[in-house]
């Protein structure tokens, strides 16, 4: 008799046999009691495998991690372990004991934190523990024994590598201002007429691979205007780490693709890095003076954000009728969304559904608006979410089978949601 | 096959919108992202690194990572395959660190759990220490496979997906991992 093969158990184990194959399997393994056996040892391996791995850390660890996520991108901090304040409810394992030989790891219980704290203060030999500061440091007093130090450059106040360390950390502070000043003067002063003024031309230069497509650019900017050096270039961070860390505390770099890069931006602006999103779902883009977010400590840390995408995506079944071939807006959906003007300046979000005539969604449609370098493909529930600046453009919607449909949309605040029926091709 | 090829945890059309959002520069909707994800992606990040603190590690870590490569994803990817394929590298960055004691199974499970569940026999605890030794010996891809079908309950399609595989490949991985397994079986047992 001829045994089955791993690759039959192991597709029979998984189920994705064919029907005949999966016929041929069953009936083999009801007279061939060495492949039951076999297939058996291979189920109860992967069994003892999901035993094993499956662990759930509890929601309470996971929100403490994301607001955890959250906290560093904002901050800007990396490589930071896991606050143990975070994990103040931290799960049962975070109070293991650690295996032989393995070393304790910083993110550990608050236990563990706890009881790791200063380290063992170091013994002289005379057996006096010594504190693990030095006095002078402690009281912020000079030593007796340590003469005045003398705040010229030049001169070094030897015997004393703490005021040399001052000395030069202060000469490194003013070079560094110096570096900032510099860095500002090449830089055009960020006035509301200067940023007015580089606002084409930055969208320009962001990568938009049709200058002077779109109704958000201005192909006859005065080539003055242009953002010519390389330090004029938002998008070159590498050039630019001062105004990385200045624009863009905690956002990605921004996208060169034209869905970050096509709107009109100014220098200065920022890049919606640290906006937060309102409650409508609309990103708030703060004013420059303004801090770029709220800091984290008062960020809410379980509390889940409803978005207009999830409202807009309710009542997926319907679709629109067959006889509808038009893009039209849902009058409730734009009733229901807030008056513009909270946040004028976001790009309004776009969605909608695609279905065929027959009311049937269809996945995987390619929708492009004219301007915006940026298709998007439809879900399985024919659905897609596009943001674009407002005003009037061209969609079009393209998908096997079907005709090109387009259309004319307006995007603009309040967004409307589309339903769009593609007519089969012939 | 009848599974959908899309990966489950979070509806397409709702994580295109978050993605969207999250590549212009809302840590908010990155948020959301990641809680849709968190649940999946520490356990993907558990059995990666074998170790609850260091699937911690590595989860904030690729989170990170994510975020800083955002502008990357193409808008209407899955994000989790992108976030699954940090945390695989992250890993065998963090694996080639550890020290082989380190490395070495503990008394207990990596859940902290006792071996064997808590029963008492002595069979069943070696059989469950040796099969985490051979899964704890694979590389990151094999463990992170076996951890998508066997963990998560994905199918072929999805694992091809999120690993970047053809669904023929990830049937042929699955069968050489189970015939390691098998290989590696005491005598009584085979």
Known sequence: ?426 | MAVDSSVPWIEAGREAGLLLCAQQGDVDSFDELMRAHAQPFYRLCFALACRPDDAAEIMIESAQHAWRGLHQLPVGRPFFPCLARIARARAAAHRRRMTPEAREASAHRPSGLPWGGGASDPAHMAEEQRIYRIFRDLGADDQMLLSLRLVEGLGYPQIAQVMDLTEGAVAGRLQALRARFESAAPAEAA
């Open chain 1, 1 to 426: 008799m001829t045994h089955l093969s791993m690759q039959q158990l192991s597709e029979s184990i998984d189920d994705v046999l064919d029907w005949a194959t999966r016929e041929v399997v069953r009936r083999h393994l009801r007279v061939c009691s060495e492949c039951a056996a076999r297939r058996r040892r291979i189920q109860h391996v992967d069994e003892t495998l999901a035993q094993i791995l499956s662990y759930d850390p509890g929601d309470a660890w996971l929100a403490a991690a994301g607001a955890e996520i959250v906290e560093r991108i904002q901050s800007g901090i990396e490589g930071r372990p896991l606050s143990p304040n975070r994990v103040a409810g931290a799960p049962a394992w975070y109070a293991l004991p650690a295996s032989p030989g393995v070393t304790a790891f910083a993110v550990g219980s608050a236990d563990a934190a706890a009881d790791a704290r200063p380290a063992p203060a170091p013994v002289d030999p005379a057996g006096e523990v010594k504190p693990p500061w030095t006095e002078p440091q402690r009281a912020g007093v000079a030593m007796p024994s340590v003469p005045a130090p003398v705040p010229v450059a030049g001169h070094s106040s030897s015997g004393s590598g703490v005021h040399a360390g001052a000395i030069a950390g202060g000469l490194a502070v003013v070079a560094g201002l110096a570096v900032i000043l510099v860095l500002g003067i090449t830089r055009q002063p960020r006035t509301p007429e200067t940023l007015q003024a580089h606002a084409p031309t930055v969208a320009e230069q962001g990568g938009a691979p049709k200058p002077g497509a779109g109704p958000g650019f201005e192909a006859g900017a005065p080539e003055s205007a242009r953002a010519t050096s390389p330090l004029e270039d938002p998008s070159n961070h590498e050039a630019h780490p001062l105004q990385d860390a200045a624009d863009r505390p905690a956002g990605p770099p921004a996208r060169t693709a034209a869905v970050a890069d096509a709107r009109p931006r100014t220098i200065s602006e920022p890049v919606r890095a640290s906006a937060p999103m309102s409650s409508t779902g609309r990103v708030k883009v703060h004013p420059a003076a303004e801090p770029p977010s709220a800091p984290p400590a008062s960020r809410p840390v379980a509390a889940p954000q409803t978005l207009p995408i999830a409202r807009r995506d309710r009542a997926p079944d319907t679709l629109p009728s067959p006889a509808a071939s038009s893009v039209h807006p849902t009058p409730s959906a734009a009733e229901a969304l807030p008056p513009a003007g909270a946040a004028d300046e976001d790009w309004p979000l776009l969605c909608g559904a695609i279905a065929d005539p027959t009311g049937e969604p269809v996945q995987g449609a390619i929708v492009s608006l004219e301007g915006v370098d940026l298709n998007v493909r439809t879900d399985r529930r024919g659905r897609f979410c596009v943001s674009a600046p407002s005003g009037a453009r061209a969609m079009s919607v393209v998908a096997q089978g079907f005709v090109t449909h387009q259309a004319t949309v307006t995007l603009r605040d309040g967004a409307d949601d589309l339903r769009v029926t593609l007519s089969p091709a012939r």
